[in-house]
């Protein structure tokens, strides 16, 4: 169901310490509570604020604001008990699609592209270059979904094919999953608990509508649970991608 509510920070710093806790501990699980935190402040010197801008060169090119850089430290503090927003570099987003491309040989008319966790929505920007059915991206943070529902707005760009485009401000990983055949595409976007909850809804979702499914997994830290499912065959992959299909 899309929300627009702010999550709060609290309860969300409380689970997180659950899920630290469940997972180590209450000795190590404090501690790793703690270090999440420290790292957060960390990154917010001066000098890592700035760094962030580095992903911004896409933004020039298309007047939108998909940079990392100009999120604000509640969003950046929620992102340290979810995950972090940090938008797909261009270059990897299309090396991946010609992955896709060559290796599934799919016809991207009959299916949506699904981005779980898509923040600002660059992969929805990128993916509209391809002509997919509809593209739809999910994101939890209500600004960032804002920003990205801006961007889809102000975007324009000659190559691009598919217009059908929504952000919906919801949890990514009970969402109802469109119909018909679906590109998910995750960057990292969940801890292991949310990817589990993520695969349940998809194998849930398949044996109400069974349908084609394809996995876009960027930045694969927890490839293996995605295995678990043993619905999904890896077909191509790098140290920075897998593609899986059903
Ligand atoms: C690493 S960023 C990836 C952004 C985008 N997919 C991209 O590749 O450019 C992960 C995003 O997932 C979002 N996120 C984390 N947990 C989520 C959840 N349960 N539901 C929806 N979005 C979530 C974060 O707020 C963040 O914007």
């Known amino acids: 169901m899309p929300s627009t509510k702010r999550p709060a920070i609290l309860l969300n710093a409380r689970r997180y310490w659950s899920d630290c806790v469940g997972r180590s501990g209450v000795f190590r699980g404090s501690w790793e509570f703690v270090a999440a935190l420290w790292e957060f402040l960390r990154d917010s010197t001066p000098s890592r604020l700035r760094s962030r801008f580095g992903d911004a060169d896409y933004d020039w ?8 850089g100009a999120v604000g430290w509640r969003d950046r503090l929620l992102g340290v008990f979810h995950s972090p927003y940090q938008p797909t570099e261009r ?32 992969t929805l920007l ?12 999910v994101e939890l943070l209500p600004s960032l979904n804002e920003i990205a529902q801006q961007n889809l707005a102000q975007y324009h760009s000659d190559s691009q094919k598919c217009f059908a485009i929504e952000s919906v401000c919801a949890d990514a990983t009970t969402f109802p999953l469109p119909d018909g055949a ?22 849930n979702s398949v044996d109400a509508h069974p349908r084609p499914v394809i996995v876009i997994y960027h930045n694969p830290q927890l490839e293996a649970v995605l295995n678990e ?18």
């Open 61 to 68: 090119d298309y007047r939108v604001n998909t940079t990392s």
């Open 91 to 122: 270059e990897l987003f299309y090396e991946m699609m010609d992955a896709l491309a060559q290796h599934t040989k799919i016809n991207f008319n009959d299916f949506t592209f699904i981005d779980l966790g898509s923040g600002k929505g660059r």
């Open 126 to 137: 990128m993916a509209s270059d391809y002509p997919f059915r509809r593209i739809v991206g």
């Open 182 to 203: 679906l590109v998910i595409f995750l960057f990292n976007p969940f801890p292991e608990s949310g990817l589990r909850r993520t695969i349940a809804n998809l194998e």
């Open 229 to 246: 499912t043993g619905r999904l065959k890896r077909i191509v992959g790098t140290h920075q991608y897998t593609i899986s299909r059903s």
